[in-house]
Nanobody, 123 residues
Framework: QVQLVESGGGSVQAGGSLRLSCAASGHTYNCMGWFRQAPGKEREGVASIWHRGDITYYADSVKGRFTISRDNAKNAVYLQMNSLNSEDTATYYC??????????????????WGQGTLVTVSS
């Protein structure tokens, strides 16, 4: 059974940092990444990374602040989030598919979704 399990969410003050982790089991994916959904807003793609880790994609809103990485030995993907602000408050979801970037994949065609982890940034 394919599973993606996120961890690392929490509360942080503006300007702070958090690191999200997502562990995959049951399958190795070419592309893994992160989405987020803030209250009352649509889900948006945040970052994606290819299997070799040499090609990454970022939403304009997080470029220069967030870094995605992966450890294929652990079948895991990470999201280092720095300089957080209140607009980063959202539930963050890990996702996986054969192709990158993940935001080009319809949600109902994604190979796997995590259960989500909440990030709250207070000003």
């Amino acid at each position: 059974q394919v599973q993606l399990v996120e961890s690392g969410g929490g509360s942080v003050q503006a300007g702070g940092s958090l690191r999200l982790s997502c562990a995959a089991s049951g399958h190795t994916y070419n592309c893994m990444g992160w989405f987020r959904q803030a209250p009352g807003k649509e889900r948006e793609g945040v970052a994606s990374i290819w299997h070799r880790g040499d090609i990454t994609y970022y939403a304009d809103s997080v470029k220069g602040r967030f870094t995605i990485s992966r450890d294929n030995a652990k079948n895991a993907v990470y999201l280092q989030m720095n300089s957080l602000n209140s607009e980063d408050t959202a539930t963050y979801y890990c996702a996986a598919h054969a192709f990158c970037p993940l935001w080009h994949v319809p949600a109902n065609q994604m190979d796997a979704w995590g259960q989500g982890t909440l990030v709250t940034v207070s000003s």
